[in-house]
């Protein structure tokens, strides 16, 4: 099984521009995505998709491999089947059955908590992957930036939601986390190559819109996501605050 990584990484941002240049210590963002991606065993190539030659330029300046993509996208997904499209009908003639689509935020990920998505296609049912873990703070629960999930016995997600969930009737709401395991979703998706691309020909579907979550619109038309529970957390950079906080304890 052949598996491509990509790492979606835009300019533009409402709340950061151009957060993938961004420094950490003396290296970018970006880069550092790029070199704990590239430790994931299980990843046979890793691509950076973007759609601004200034970070095209910088990770060819550094060494990595990366693709020019469309403005157009509006998610990581898409972005994701682009370069799939790119690699196997350009010169390079490339082909892969597992394409992990990896956050461009995260600079510091585990290259493991990559490996463990890429473990989900063992099964060979699996169509779409990613993560969960435990959550153990009140403050995570009742955060709408955090995305709960909720799945079956053999973990397949049911739902996702910037609630907690599920509801636990007639119990105080500060005695949740001690009487009920609640699981929030780690942003890291995989999907098999020919899923990838059905994925990106679905409308927005009506639960999407009302959650803004995009793999909402996956469950609502019936493609089953797979989740696989991590006990590693996975620290984003959002806003300019959060680098400051990287730099300092870095």
């Known amino acids: 099984m052949k598996i491509l990584g990509i790492i979606p990484a835009r300019f533009s ?16 963002m970006i880069r550092r995505v790029y070199e704990q991606a590239e430790k994931a065993a299980t990843i046979d190539k890793v691509v950076v ?38 690699l196997e009908t350009t010169g390079q003639h490339l082909q892969f059955d597992v394409v992990i689509n990896i956050q461009g935020d995260e600079p510091y990920i585990d290259p493991l908590q990559i490996d463990k998505v890429a473990g989900i296609f063992d099964d060979p049912t699996a169509q779409i992957g990613t993560l ?22 053999n973990r397949n997600a049911l739902y996702f939601s910037r609630q907690p969930i599920p509801f636990l009737r007639d119990i105080p709401q500060e005695e949740w986390g001690v009487k009920n395991r609640f699981y929030k979703h780690i942003g890291i998706y995989g999907y ?9 020909d679905l409308p927005p579907a009506p639960l999407e819109k009302s959650e803004k979550l995009e793999q909402l619109r ?33």
Not at 13 to 28: D, E, M
Not at 132 to 152: M, Q
Not at 192 to 200: A, C, F, S, Y
């Open 13 to 28: 941002s409402a709340r950061f521009p151009g957060k993938p240049l961004a420094l950490i210590n003396g290296k970018t």
């Open 132 to 153: 969960v873990k435990k959550i153990t703070g009140k403050d995570d629960l009742f955060n709408p930036n955090i995305v709960k999930a909720v799945f079956d016995n």
């Open 49 to 86: 998709a973007t759609d601004d030659a200034r970070i095209y330029d910088h990770v060819k300046d550094f060494g990595g491999q990366v693709v020019m993509t469309f403005v157009s996208h509006q998610n990581g997904t898409s972005r994701c089947a682009e370069v799939v499209e790119i």
């Open 192 to 200: 098999r190559r020919e899923i990838l691309k059905k994925l990106v």
């Open 218 to 250: 996956w469950l609502e038309n019936d493609y089953p996501v797979k989740v696989e529970i991590t006990d590693r957390e996975s620290i984003a950079v959002d806003t300019p605050d959060d680098l400051s906080k990287f730099n300092n304890n870095s």
